[in-house]
């Protein structure tokens, strides 16, 4: 059983992305510039398998040997630790039988009986594995510099490593379409970052397409899409520092908050047509279901 968990309070800026990708610890707070915003995260980075039957996740603890990733059932019983330290990203292979995941900057493979642990990377830091559920390649983000990341393919044994965009980040599959789609970030006239444009790339013809650009006040820094049929998902840090989660329509028309509650790292389920996410707002922390409109919200873990 988990221990209780201490509130981790971390600042949310414009440089949020050098938080979350250090590859080091959720449980610091670093001294940049504003906005600020207090919030929880104790589970987070859900991740369905194919039937909707389980998830992983990730769980921080001020007792190290609890942290790692987990994976428990929807209902919330049978929570098992697969991966112990800290490691980010679990994702399930297409037959759930595996999760590849993030570790001290690589990405690796173990099957969820906890065998077969295999290192997918070597060079740089790399984060954010998608599994295509019908190609078997693994999508991923990789830095050489810590600062710029790049959105790669590989085979799921770790071969034919390939980048695909030389600037992006959270690459998510399109499942059956043979696409992805990714954020990748949006520059003004003068060649600051505003916001993020979200990409979709065809694997055929080696295509990109700009779905939309999102920024103002309420979209600073964008995370996390998924694609849920006639809606994408994903989550937006604010001018307050603060982050919530949104659908739009798969043309980047008519976004729609789902979350009123800080809500972070969200996963969409076809099997049950369930959003998976982590409730961020403060004293909170832990991973919940809603429905893909944002109602009927249930606790998760606790």
Avoid at 140 to 152: A, F, G, H, R
Wanted: charged share 15%.
């Amino acid at each position: 059983m988990k221990c209780p968990i201490s509130i981790l309070i971390i600042i949310f800026s414009n440089f949020t992305f050098a938080i979350l990708l250090g590859g080091c610890t959720e449980n610091t707070t670093d001294p940049s510039d504003p906005p600020v915003a207090g919030y929880t995260q104790v589970d987070f980075e859900p991740s369905w398998s194919s039937d909707a039957g389980r998830i992983a996740y990730v769980h921080s603890d001020i007792d190290n040997k609890y942290t790692g990733i987990y994976i428990i059932n929807s209902g919330g019983t049978n929570e098992r630790i697969i991966v112990s330290d800290f490691a980010r990203c679990p994702c399930w292979s297409p037959d759930d039988q595996w999760i590849a995941f993030s570790q001290f900057n690589n990405i690796y493979k173990i099957k969820i009986n906890i065998d077969s642990l295999t290192q997918l990377t070597s060079d740089g830091k790399n984060f954010f594995p998608a599994w295509s559920m019908d190609s078997g390649l693994i999508a991923y983000s990789n830095s050489m510099n810590s600062i710029d990341y790049s959105i790669m393919l590989m085979n799921s044994d770790g071969t034919q490593k390939r980048i695909i965009d030389g600037n992006g980040n959270y690459p998510a599959w399109i499942n059956g379409s043979g696409s992805l789609i990714y954020f990748k970030p949006a520059k003004d006239i003068s060649g600051s970052q505003n916001g993020d444009t979200l990409v979709r790339y065809f694997l055929t013809g080696n295509i990109k397409q700009a779905v939309t650009v999102l920024n103002g006040s309420e979209h600073l820094v964008n995370m996390y899409p998924v694609f849920a049929g006639d809606r994408f998902i994903f989550c937006s840090s604010d001018s307050t520092g603060s982050v919530y989660i949104y659908s739009m329509d798969t043309d980047g028309n008519n976004i729609l908050k789902l979350t009123s509650g800080q809500g972070y790292s969200p996963d969409f389920s076809f099997a049950n047509k369930k959003i998976v996410y982590t409730n961020r707002s403060l004293g909170n922390g832990r991973i919940w279901i809603m429905d893909k409109n944002g109602d009927n919200k249930t606790q998760v873990t606790f």
